[in-house]
Structures are given as C-alpha cells and as structure tokens.
C-alpha cells in the first residue's frame, strides 16, 4: 500500500497531471489525498472518493455506477476541465461565456468578497444541453448546485428534460429561469436598464482617440429605439464582448438595482444554502 498526502504541492499544472499516470504504473494500492483538480481529473471516476463536512461530522460520498456513455460526458465535460467543482461549497451552473463573466461581478457586489472566497464556483456548462453530466456529479458528491437558466423556449426545455433525469423538475428552489422566454440580455432591457445597456454599448466600442469620437458613437446609439437596442445586443458577437461593460455600469445604479432582480435572486438562495450574508459573514 503507498499512501500520499496531497503529492501536488510545489508542482505546475502539468506536472500534477503526470502523478496520476506515474502512481498507476506501481504495484498494489494507491490511496492519494488531493486537493489538485488537476490530479483528480486524470483518476478514473470509480476511483474518487470525496470527503466533506457534513455538520460537525465527515460526509464520504462517491460517483454511482453509470452507463458508459454518461461516464465518458462527465469524465470530458466535468474531470478533464472543471475539476474545481470537486472542491466547491457551492457550484452555479450556466450556458456561457456571457454568464461567466457577468455573474461573478455581481457576486463580488453582493457578498463584498470573491465567490472563491465562499468556496462558490461559477461554471459554464457549454451549451443549455450540457447541465445533465455536471448535476450527475454533484448529486453524487453532495454538492449544493444552482442553475442560472435563460427564459428561452429551447433553453427552458433542455434544463427541464437534464433535471428530469436526476429526479427533480422546474419550479425548483435552486433553478432560476429568466421570465418571459428572454435572454439576459432582453430581459435587462425589460428590467428598466436600456440606459445601462446603451452605455455598455459604447463602452465595448472604445477606446477613443478623443471626446468627440467617444461623443459621436454615444450620440448614434442613444438614438436606437428598443427594438434596434435588443437586435444590437442580441448579436452573437456582442453577446460575450458587452457582458462585463454592462455588468459594471449597473453595479453602479443606486440601491437595489445595481444588481438585477434575477441574479440577487439567484445570489439569495445561495445565501441561504451556505449560510453567508451580504456583506460576506457566515452565518
């Protein structure tokens, strides 16, 4: 029996990755603690046990038994590139790039810290169809996971079909699903935030040379009417491009609209899950 006690420490990225492939070519058993994504992507699924604390006790969990087909999506979809979720208190789940960068700012305002530092990860799935091997995983580790979910007809459906199969459906206390069959970005401009999102317009468009340019390009897009604002914003260019400028001009709306009813939603039952307020304290 060789025992180690996280064999990652002082190693790059690349070289955590080699451990796993160094310890299978030994003799008898190998019992590693790891802290490393990177050591514990490489490991085959039956061969993860994860411990974490479960009240004043140690919760010891493992991945069940799958068809080979749900083992090869989460060995690919979850082990190789979003190992971090192993380690989380918490995982919010998403479609995309847009998400990705958007939420985590919005995080940061309401908890007045890093999401890292709450042991909250924010991970996109890669498309609305992919949430089923990323919920397999948490169920079986126990991890508390949310869905931050666009309105659209196809993306609803495709959450409904993943959640369907892990025994839960919609409503569901961890899924938010923006109203009214919008994208995020449809759905801010019915929140009242058509200001906001024509400055973030202008904002992508930099840098200026000088004020004068910076004024003409402000002068064209505050001319849009809505329904040319939400074909502009709809995009697929400027989808992901635009995220962090809009995120960043609503932060600085007063009150309760710096951050958009959905996502404080979201943040709230987070909140309520891992126990930590407002202002960043555990509770």
């Not at 190789?80 to 960068?101: D, H, P």
């Not at 459906?157 to 961890?174: D, F, I, S, T």
């Not at 897009?221 to 914003?233: G, N, Q, T």
Request: hydrophobic fraction near 40%.
């Amino acid at each position: 029996i060789l025992s180690l006690e996280e064999p990652e420490a002082h190693l790059h990225p690349n070289a955590q990755r080699c451990v796993h492939e160094q310890l299978t070519k030994g003799i008898g058993q190998r019992i590693v603690s790891t802290h490393s994504p990177y050591v514990a992507g490489q490991a085959g699924l039956n061969e993860i046990v994860h411990f974490a604390k479960d009240g004043s006790g140690t919760g010891v969990s493992r991945l069940p038994e799958l068809k080979s087909d749900d083992s090869r999506k989460i060995r690919r979809e979850v082990m190789r590139s979003r190992g971090e979720l192993l380690f989380a208190r918490a995982v919010v789940l998403f479609e995309g790039e847009t998400e990705e960068q958007a939420l985590p700012i919005f995080a940061q305002h309401h908890w007045g810290q890093a999401p890292f530092q709450h042991g909250v990860a924010f991970v996109g799935v890669g498309g609305d169809g992919n949430y089923l091997p990323f919920l397999r995983t948490l169920n079986a580790i126990r991890v508390p996971w949310f869905i931050f979910s666009d309105g659209e007809p196809n993306a609803r459906g495709r959450v409904e079909r993943a959640l369907k199969k892990v025994g839960e459906k919609l409503p569901h206390m961890n899924v938010v699903v923006l109203p009214n069959d919008r994208s995020i970005e449809n759905y801010l401009v019915d929140e009242g935030y058509e200001d906001e999102m024509k400055s973030a317009v202008v904002e992508m468009r930099g840098p200026y040379d000088d004020g004068r340019a910076r004024a003409a390009i402000k002068a064209e897009v505050d001319a849009l009417d809505e329904p040319s604002l939400r074909a502009l914003l709809s995009k697929k260019d400027n989808k992901v491009r635009m995220a962090p400028h809009w995120a960043a001009v609503i932060l600085r709306a007063s009150g309760r609209r710096s951050i958009p009813a959905a996502v404080r939603d979201l943040l709230e039952r987070i909140d309520n899950v891992i126990g930590v307020s407002r202002d960043g304290v555990g509770r």
